[in-house]
């Protein structure tokens, strides 16, 4: 069973820090203005507004604001600014002693997906798959934004979608791993993407070309990552593109390809991923029901 950090309360202290991409206060202050609204004290680290190259400062920059909230026994929700790249180059330079110990949530997804997956594999923490600083708008009513609240303050969670023609019917559940398709094919080999045997995978990508989905998928399948699952969630595959030649599939259809003689659950169109106010959040690790019917699918968590 998964560790759950301390679920929030009025006037806790929580901390905005970038990991990967750089960002302006200006971005964030939809966010700052969100989560005040939920009575949260907000502290924003050194990485807004740094800028190195495309990152929010250097790989030690970004590891030491991280750190410095990680180690803080006051915060008790570190949410990631944004993705795009550099999460998974600090990864090595973060000490994780002190955190897990006293943990705490950390929420973000994209290329975030390195830390979630990281802290479940290393350390069994349960994280929160959701929505950044850098997607909340002054629109405080949405998906995205209540499911988030839901989780942090210990509410019910639950995502009811429409079936998919590609769908597997079927229940089941297991803890729920997964996040970006292109960063879990990143961390293959590594400590932070191990055993998924027994495990609800979710996955969503963003702006690849299809033949980079099928090989991605094909390196899933061959490393035996697709072959013992409980259930596999297909989120949004968004802005794909093919070449002048057509590969002659959608994403969808090479992700069914890939795991078409398994005969564990599978659902399409699960709305986690890269959509903005529609991306709803899921707790990273925790046993989850997915029950994938002719009419719906439910995804459930406690």
């Not at 939920?38 to 030491?64: M, P, S």
């Not at 979608?161 to 597997?168: D, G, I, P, Q």
């Amino acid at each position: 069973m998964t560790i759950t950090p301390r679920y929030l309360q009025a006037n806790d202290k929580v901390a905005i820090v970038s990991t990967a991409r750089k960002i302006t206060m200006e971005e964030i202050t939809p966010a700052i203005n969100l989560f005040k609204s939920w009575n949260l004290d907000v502290v924003v680290g050194d990485t807004i507004g740094l800028e190195y190259n495309q990152e929010a400062g250097t790989d030690k920059q970004r590891a030491q604001d991280l750190q410095r909230f990680l180690d803080d026994d006051t915060i008790k929700a570190i949410f990631c600014a944004r993705g795009g790249y550099g999460t998974v180059r600090i990864l090595n330079l973060i000490n994780f002693n002190d955190f897990i110990y006293c943990p705490k949530w950390i929420v973000g997804y994209s290329d975030v997906t390195a830390l979630l997956s990281h802290l479940y594999f290393n350390y069994n923490i349960e994280a929160i798959h959701g929505i950044m600083p850098i997607n909340i708008t002054d629109n405080k009513d949405n998906v995205a934004v209540n499911s988030l609240k839901d989780i942090l303050f210990n509410n019910k969670n639950e995502i009811i979608f429409n079936a998919n023609s590609l769908n597997r019917k079927g229940r089941s559940s297991g803890e729920i791993i997964g996040g970006n398709l292109s960063v879990l094919y990143s961390l293959m080999g590594s400590n932070s993407f191990v055993d998924t045997d027994g495990k609800i995978l979710f996955i969503e990508d963003l702006d690849e070309y299809l033949y980079h989905i099928d090989r991605m998928m094909m390196a899933l399948k061959r490393a035996g990552k697709l072959s013992n699952l409980k259930g596999l969630i297909v989120g949004q595959m968004s802005d794909m593109h093919d070449n002048t030649i057509s590969f002659g599939k959608t994403a969808e259809e090479i992700v069914f390809d890939a795991v078409k003689d398994y005969d564990y659950p599978v659902c399409f169109n699960a709305p986690i991923g890269h959509i903005g106010e529609n991306n709803h959040a899921i707790v990273y690790g925790r046993e989850t029901i997915i029950d994938v019917s002719c009419e719906k699918v439910i995804v459930s968590q406690k």
